[in-house]
């Protein structure tokens, strides 16, 4: 069964930095593209970035480009976002998700995405 496990969300002010992380577990983790989502209260999910299967191509939406970094530790089974320069307007909860297709490219729309995490709160104040 396959499982991921987002942490380190929280509570942050503006212009702050956060490490959100991703645990997998269930499948061999270094052969799928993995993405980053964010639903924000009263809102659909939206693509964040993702991140191939070898780590050596990332994609990002505008709105983060810039100062979210995603990065993977395939001997770690284990995803990661770096979110620096916090903005109100990153509040949102994240969720982590694993692409369907093995060794598969990134790709922004979550139905690419069978798997998904529970989602971690991140909370960026004024």
């Known amino acids: 069964q396959v499982q991921l496990v987002e942490s380190g969300g929280g509570l942050v002010q503006a212009g702050g930095s956060l490490r959100l992380s991703c645990a997998a577990s269930?499948?061999?983790?270094?052969?799928?593209?993995m993405g980053w989502f964010r639903q924000a209260p009263g809102k659909e999910r939206v693509f964040v970035g993702a991140?191939?299967?070898?780590?050596?191509?990332?994609d990002y939406a505008n709105s983060v480009k810039g100062r979210f970094t995603i990065s993977r530790d395939n001997a770690k089974n284990t995803m990661y976002l770096q979110m620096n320069s916090l903005k109100p307007e990153d509040t949102a909860v994240y969720y982590c998700?694993?692409?369907?297709?093995?060794?598969?490219?990134?790709?922004?729309?979550?139905?690419?995405?069978?798997?998904w995490g529970q989602g971690t709160q991140v909370t960026v104040s004024s």
């Open positions: 991140i191939n299967w070898s780590g050596g191509v990332t």
């Open positions: 269930g499948r061999t983790f270094s052969r799928y593209a």
């Open positions: 998700a694993s692409r369907t297709q093995p060794y598969g490219g990134t790709r922004s729309l979550s139905q690419e995405y069978d798997y």
